[in-house]
């Protein structure tokens, strides 16, 4: 099946600085990539999501001036988290749609970010 | 996109068949029934989607009901490495996924 890759797999970072993620569709190209973020013990929750060559679209209550996305080619999105905070400490996960899939084509998902902010 | 309830737990024993269950009673005629698996720590695994029809491939069966107001994913022979948390979701192409709480599965040796 389709692969999808995310770097770095684990960051730790100190309060207030940012952190990028890249997500890349490494076999097929995605117009459409989605980020999601998932606290221990929880489900997913969906971010936001990215469109290649627009802006993209978020979530309620999710802060895009927080969470910077771009989307500037077919095979890579990157969520950076700007000034994180402890808060900001999760498992960042992003998933993509092959471009040339129908409509019920399956979203391949990402080995995820462990992100921790001291 | 339809809501969908899950059990929050489930065991079975190795071997044995696992029958995990979905309720999307809600759901529209032109939504797919998808089945993820989260395993600790790693980021989610297509098992298999359908429309209306049963469908199988080398991972499992999905079993719909006729008035698709339910499902069951079956893992025939279950093994340690399919204990993980797995989550139903229906869909319409809108391509947003809505992932509920799902069902944790253990698989007992």
């Known amino acids: 099946g389709a692969v999808v890759s995310q770097h770095p797999s684990r960051v730790i970072c100190k309060s207030g600085t940012s952190v990028k993620i890249e997500c890349r569709s490494l076999d097929f190209q995605a117009t459409t990539m989605f980020w999601y973020r998932q606290f221990p013990k929880k489900s997913l929750m969906l971010m936001a999501t990215s469109n290649e060559g627009s802006k993209a679209t978020y979530e309620q209550g999710v802060e895009k001036d927080k969470f910077l996305i771009n989307h500037a080619s077919l095979t890579l999105s990157t969520l950076t988290v700007t000034s994180a905070h402890p808060e900001d400490s999760s498992f960042y996960i992003c998933?993509?749609?092959?471009?040339?899939?129908?409509?019920?084509?399956?979203?391949?998902f990402g080995p995820g970010t462990r992100l921790l902010v001291l | 996109d339809a809501k969908t309830t899950q059990p929050p737990s489930m065991d079975c024993a190795e071997g044995r068949a696992a029958n995990l269950p979905c309720n999307h009673s809600?759901?529209?005629?032109?939504?797919?029934v998808y089945w993820y698996r989260q395993i600790h720590s790693q980021g989610p695994q297509y098992i298999i989607h359908?429309?209306?029809n049963n469908e199988t491939n080398e991972m499992a069966s999905l079993i719909i009901t006729e008035d698709r107001k339910s499902s069951t994913l079956i893992l025939p022979h279950a093994t340690l490495r399919d204990t993980a948390v797995y989550y139903c979701?229906?869909?319409?192409?809108?391509?947003?996924?809505?992932f509920g709480t799902g069902t944790r599965l253990k698989v007992l040796a």
């Open positions: 998933s993509a749609r092959d471009l040339h899939g129908g409509p019920q084509e399956t979203q391949y």
């Open positions: 809600t759901i529209s005629g032109n939504e797919y």
């Open positions: 359908g429309l209306k």
């Open positions: 979701i229906a869909n319409s192409g809108t391509y947003k996924y809505i």
